[in-house]
């Protein structure tokens, strides 16, 4: 079967489109709950964290179907483009914030990166950072690897 360059095949289904990347939009309810109100100030905190050492914040809350990432930046010191998960708690009472990286959340991370990196025509060294915030701090994870 030949496809002229010109036409559609997505519509008769032989090729699936790609995902399309779309950012995070909350509803007036959900933007007052309140784990969503302490997720937004651990993200704020993380990014002015991040500005102070010299990171540029390239783009916030981009999604891919289910999958999520909370900040995409550039390192100024190596100058790698840094996916972040950014886990916010009110305490360690269950644990370190990091803690709640998931094997399934790596695989999240891991789908959003690949297809910003392909929509954005990016070939370059990149990583996944974790950034934990508690009330009187914040931890920064570097270069996470975990072997799934």
Known sequence: MSVEPNSSIYGI???KPPPVLKKRRLSALQRQKPNFILG?????RAVSFLVSLQYQILDRNVRVGNHEIDLIV???QT???VFVEVKT???EQFGSPSSAVTRKKIKSLQAVAEQYLKTNKLFENFRY?????LPGSIE???NITWNY
């Open 89 to 91: 708690r009110t305490s």
């Open 13 to 15: 289904g032989l090729v």
């Open 40 to 44: 937004a100030q651990g993200e704020s």
């Open 129 to 133: 950072d974790i950034i934990a915030v």
């Open 79 to 81: 100058g790698e483009l």
């Open 140 to 142: 920064h994870y570097q």
């Open 74 to 76: 550039r390192d100024g």
